[in-house]
């Protein structure tokens, strides 16, 4: 309790104000009660005296009880308890008692002062009366002789009732002040201790994470000037925590779309930031990964020892290392992350995979192209060498020499115009004119234009289209070149007497085409690759083509947002198959 201010300042306060009534009061009933004794001495004595003139001992009878009558006379006049003593200490007269029964007087401390002095005065418990009386003797004289003592006594009851009835009222007054002290005490306490409460709440909250607090000054004293000063701070607060969370932001947007893996270990050698490009790269669980040692998280010994490189030396560290189960080619750079604070370090990773790729499929492309090239291109110069070597003079064998190189001439030209068509398709330059069209429509044209070229190679022809027919969002010309395409691969690659099929299947938003043939198929292991720029199944490498018609069919059917696949058993026959989406 006493750990409160409102306490803290109230207790202390009562404590005072008790402690000074009962000094006062103390003091007070002391000095009160020594001037009535000193009031009361004087007024007795005074009695005395008046008594001792008024007597006349000498005439008296000396024995005990002689003058009980006149003592009781004496105090009825006084109001007073009044002793008459003989020279020999003998009670003589006593008003309130039998003197018959009381003992000798002469040593009482009173009579004693009398005879030495002529006066004296006494307080003492009085046995006989069994309360406190204080007692004034005065010496009576007879020729200059002590002949006895006047002795007057009162009781001090009176004057400790007096005293006492003073020291309550003083401890009444001060135990009312000192509650009074301690209700107003708590009362002003509890009110400057108020805003300094509400403060300690608005810092907890502050604390807490709720920077939207603005506490209205109550006072003009210290605890307004503390209320205005913590306003300021919680300002000052929500800006710098603003700024930070946008700085934050920012920097969590960059890490987070950046191609670039980023890790970051801390002094421990734990990591303490993983952006989703290094995830990715390295194949590991981001939120996994904080908090493990870096050895933990990458699983890497390249990164590892480039890492550990540049913990030792503090040096940055650039490799390109091979990493991962996919054979990633990574390009890493490990650097400490600021001179002081050397043992941080940023490992920032790039995937070269798909470059590489790139490069890989680029060196094949020329040296496809160049393969493509060469093989007609000497057959050329030989016919070329055979007609300069007199071939020319035989009619008939010049003839066949230049439909040779004609044929040659035409392989060439539709090469570098399937080539030249790819690469506009490939770089977007072919506009699509796509419009809701009817499958029928797409398959129509080229079925009546390859539909000689199959008779003459014995192969039936069908069409098996649902009816009525569904609508496919497409360009019409471009599909009827892909589905020309594929009927005249069917040809191709089906030996006489074979089977080439049409058909679609219609599906929620999409159509799928289908040209089947029950021709020499493709072996399982090149059906993935088929759709590749030049790739030729190896025993259809001798036939005649560029390898390049799937791969400008592919290229179209993505562009009009679908999927091309095919399905082969080797020796039974091929399907290849295309989505379309539909029309709504
Ligand atoms: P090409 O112009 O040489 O025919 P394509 O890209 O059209 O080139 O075909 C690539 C390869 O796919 C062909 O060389 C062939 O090996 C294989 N192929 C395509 N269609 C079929 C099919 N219907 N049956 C068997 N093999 C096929």
Known sequence: MLASIRWRITVPYAVIILLTTLGLSLYISGQVRQARHADLQTCLLGEARIMASALDFES?????????????????????????????GTV???????????????????????????????????????????????????????AGYARVAVSLAQIEA????????????????????????????????????????AAERLASGDLNIHLLPTTRDEVGLLTRAFNHMAEALRAQVTTLARERSRLEAVLNNMADGALITDVHGEVVLVNPAAARILRIDAAQALGCT???AVHDHQLIELWSACRAHQQEQVATVEAGPRGSFLHAIVTPLSEDDALRVLVILQDLTRVRRLETVRRDFISNVSHELRTPLA?????????????????????????????????LIQLVEELLELSRIESGRVPLDIAPTKISKLVKKPLKRLRPLAERKDLTLVRALPAPAPLVLADSKRIQ?????????AIKFTPAGGRITVSAAIHADEVVLAIADTGIGIPAEDVPRIFERFYKADRARAEQGTGLGLAIAKHLVQTHGGRIWAESVEGQGSTFFFSLPRSP
């Open 60 to 88: 008296l009878p000396s024995e005990a009880g002689a003058l009980d009558a006149q003592a009781r006379q004496w105090a009825e006049l006084l109001g007073q308890r009044v002793t008459l003593i003989g020279k020999d």
């Open 92 to 146: 003589l007269g006593e008003s309130d008692f039998d003197s018959a029964t009381m003992d000798h007087h002469l040593y009482r401390q009173e009579v004693q002062q009398a005879a030495a002095s002529g006066e004296g005065v006494a307080v003492r418990f009085s046995r006989t009366l069994e309360q406190e009386l204080m007692y004034a003797a005065v010496a009576v004289r007879a020729e200059g002789d002590v």
């Open 162 to 201: 007096t005293v006492s009835r003073l020291s309550r009222t003083i401890l009444g007054a001060g135990t009312l002040t000192a509650l009074l002290s301690i209700f107003l005490a708590s009362f002003i306490a509890s009110r400057t201790v108020r805003p300094v409460r509400e403060l300690t709440a």
């Open 294 to 296: 870096f050895a933990q």
């Open 379 to 411: 057959s050329l110069s030989l016919v070329v060498e055979t007609l300069q070597d007199g071939a020319i003079e035989d009619p008939a064998a010049a003839h066949r020499f230049l439909a040779h190189m004609e044929n040659e001439l035409a392989g």
């Open 481 to 489: 070149q892909v589905v020309g395409n594929l009927i005249h691969n």
